[in-house]
């Protein structure tokens, strides 16, 4: 199975605040590499897509990049509704394996 | 749009078999770009990927290697649902239960895009 390994676990910021989340693969993935975005109590909710490409109806300030074993998430100016915990999930090979998570708080 | 609409028990006693269903609306259990899924999470294991059944001109099965010999995943192509049976459990099987659409559509990249409202269920006796 593919491990896909989040950094950090956790991370504590402000509204306006630039927010980075890191993705790592333990092989090669290509660009398969999806991002949710899940609130207590809720399932989590596609936020991208393909590495890159906005689901309908995300904001602007979400995006994403990388290639091959290594990812980002970038929320460019941290909105009140963002705060939430964040997974990478890829979608190259079955099983579709998740990270395991980053929680993003109110600082 | 579509819904999935999760139902069954919260408590399971050990060495029994947790059952639930998802009912799907908005979509066919048989669309041929599709693969419908379960997941559980807990504290201790996160998202886990279950098992997955597809239609591609006939039905397929897949399973985690973590649960292949106590899962069973079907299809009733009668009610628009699927459902999943974990025979065996113990506390470790305790987590909310997803079920979820895995969006194939061919050419391009594949995802999570709709989602039932998950079950949280408890294996105690």
């Known amino acids: 199975d593919i491990q896909m390994t989040q950094s950090p676990s956790s991370l504590s910021a402000s509204v306006g605040d630039r927010v980075t989340i890191t993705c790592r693969a333990s092989k090669s993935i290509s660009d398969y590499l999806n991002w949710y975005q899940q609130k207590p109590g809720k399932a989590p909710d596609l936020l991208m897509y393909?590495?890159?490409s906005l689901h309908s109806g995300v904001p602007s300030r979400f995006s994403g990049s990388g290639s091959g074993t290594e990812f980002t998430l970038t929320i460019s100016s941290l909105h009140p509704e963002d705060f939430a915990t964040y997974f990478c999930?890829?979608?190259?090979?079955?099983?579709?394996?998740f990270g395991q998570g980053t929680k993003v708080e109110s600082k | 749009q579509v819904q999935l609409q999760q139902s069954g028990p919260g408590l399971v006693k050990p060495s029994q078999t947790l059952s639930l269903t998802c009912a799907i609306s908005?979509?066919?259990?048989?669309?041929?770009?599709?693969?419908w899924t379960w997941i559980r999470q807990s504290p201790s294991r996160g998202l886990e990927w279950l098992g997955r059944t597809y239609y591609r001109s006939k039905w397929y099965n897949d399973y985690a290697e973590s649960v292949k010999s106590r899962i069973s995943i079907n299809p009733d192509t009668s009610k628009n649902e699927f459902s999943l049976h974990l025979s065996s459990v113990t506390p470790e099987d305790t987590a909310v239960y997803f079920c979820?659409?895995?969006?194939?559509?061919?050419?391009?990249?594949?995802?999570?895009?709709?989602w039932g409202q998950g079950t949280l269920v408890t294996v105690s006796s």
């Open positions: 979820a659409r895995f969006l194939v559509p061919g050419s391009t990249y594949n995802y999570y895009d709709f």
């Open positions: 393909g590495t890159s």
């Open positions: 999930q890829q979608s190259y090979g079955a099983p579709y394996t």
């Open positions: 908005g979509d066919m259990i048989t669309n041929n770009n599709a693969d």
